[in-house]
C-alpha cells in the first residue's frame, strides 16, 4: 500500500499541466485511498495510546507492589535486628554480621542556621527553573522586556 506522500503525489499528477485535463474518477479513488489510509494510521496510533496507559498503569501497580515488599523487608530486618540483639548468626544458608557505620542527623533549623551564619556551602542549591504560566500571565498582562513570547499552536485531538 502506499504512503500518504506517495498518495498526495498522486492526487497531484491527476491534473495534467500540458492538457489541462482532470483525472475525476482516479482523484477521487485517490482521495478514499487515502482517507483510509489515515483512518488506519489513527486508529493504530489509539492502540499505541491505549497500550501506552497500559503500561503506565501497569507500571504504578508494579510500583505499589514493590514499594510494599520494600516496607516488609524492612519490617523483617527491624524484627530479625530486635531478636539477635547485635549478636552474629551463621549457618550454612545465611548469615548475619555487623559493622560501624556513620551517618549525620541535622536539626530542624539546619538551614535557616547554615544561610544566617554563612555557611551556605553546606546547603545544595537547585538550579532555578522557569514557569511559563508565571511568564504567560505577565506577558499577557502587559508587561514589556520578556525576553520570551507567547507562540500559537494547533493541538490536534484524537478520540
Keep these: 500500500m502506499a504512503s500518504i506522500y506517495e498518495i498526495n503525489e498522486q492526487i497531484q499528477d491527476c491534473l495534467n499541466p500540458e492538457t489541462g485535463e482532470f483525472d475525476e474518477e482516479r482523484f477521487n479513488g485517490l482521495m478514499e485511498l487515502k482517507e483510509t489510509k489515515i483512518e488506519q494510521l489513527l486508529c493504530f496510533y489509539k492502540n499505541v495510546v491505549a497500550m501506552a496507559k497500559s503500561m503506565k498503569e501497569?507500571?504504578?501497580?508494579?510500583?505499589?507492589?514493590?514499594?510494599?515488599?520494600?516496607?516488609?523487608?524492612?519490617?523483617?530486618?527491624?524484627?530479625?535486628?530486635?531478636?539477635?540483639?547485635?549478636?552474629?548468626?551463621?549457618?550454612?544458608k545465611v548469615s548475619v554480621s555487623y559493622?560501624?557505620?556513620?551517618?549525620?542527623?541535622?536539626?530542624?533549623?539546619?538551614?535557616?542556621?547554615?544561610?544566617?551564619?554563612?555557611?551556605?556551602t553546606l546547603l545544595k542549591h537547585k538550579e532555578p527553573e522557569v514557569s511559563k504560566t508565571a511568564v504567560k500571565e505577565a506577558i499577557l498582562a502587559g508587561e514589556k522586556d520578556i525576553p520570551a513570547r507567547i507562540v500559537d499552536g494547533v493541538s490536534m485531538t484524537i478520540k
Design 58 to 92: 501497569e507500571e504504578k501497580s508494579l510500583k505499589e507492589r514493590r514499594e510494599a515488599e520494600e516496607r516488609k523487608a524492612e519490617n523483617l530486618k527491624r524484627y530479625i535486628q530486635y531478636a539477635l540483639d547485635g549478636e552474629k548468626f551463621k549457618t550454612p
Design 99 to 120: 559493622r560501624s557505620t556513620q551517618s549525620v542527623e541535622v536539626s530542624d533549623n539546619f538551614i535557616s542556621w547554615a544561610i544566617a551564619t554563612g555557611h551556605d
